[in-house]
């Protein structure tokens, strides 16, 4: 196998394996695994269910649909993620679906600020409350159904309350290391 190759972490990513060979062959598993096009999400929540409570999001490309009967969806965060932290404790998240033009946003919520949200337009979800950012071309609010352990990151399994169409605009798309569209 040839491991020759460009490799590039997103904004926010780190790569935590022990040694040398670790680290390479973590590279290689991405590198290969990153020619498979995804597209691009924010994950939200609030900190708490009290007034006052603060939004938290999280960028998240390992999103899929599960089930239709129940309507399930699944995200995989790394365990140590503050927004999964507060989506365990709230038992609620939105998957925020981002358009083409809202890399800005993709790269904000991959960081590692404490306040994502300032000056970001966004009102809360009709069934959990959790954010709903603006200019978005659908979201999936959802309920924790299941949380389960998968290596460095978990499985978060989640049972859809309220979902719907935003924009109608393309969909922001990551391929080998950048963003993209479906043009």
């Not at 309220?162 to 479906?182: I, M, Q, S």
Request: charge should be negative; include cysteine; hydrophobic fraction near 35%.
């Amino acid at each position: 196998m040839d491991r020759d190759h460009d490799f590039e972490w997103r904004p926010g990513e780190t790569l935590e394996v022990d040694g040398e060979a670790a680290r390479t062959e973590a590279s290689w598993f991405r590198e290969v695994l990153g020619r498979y096009a995804s597209g691009v999400t924010v994950v939200t929540t609030m900190t708490g269910t009290t007034p006052g409570e603060s939004p938290i999001g999280m960028t998240c490309q390992s999103f899929t649909s599960v089930s239709l009967d129940p309507p399930l969806v699944a995200f995989l965060p790394t365990r140590q993620s503050r927004a999964y932290a507060a989506i365990r404790r709230s038992g609620t998240f939105c998957v925020n679906l981002l358009a083409a033009d809202q890399a800005d946003v993709s790269d904000r919520m991959a960081g590692p600020s404490d306040d994502k949200f300032a000056g970001l337009a966004w009102h809360p979800a009709p069934g959990t409350g959790a954010p709903i950012l603006d200019g978005i071309v659908g979201y999936v609010d959802c309920t924790v159904e299941a949380i389960h352990e998968a290596g460095d990151h978990v499985i978060v399994v989640g049972r859809v309350v309220d979902l719907a169409t935003g924009e109608d605009a393309k969909p922001l798309v990551y391929h080998r290391g950048d963003y993209t569209t479906t043009d």
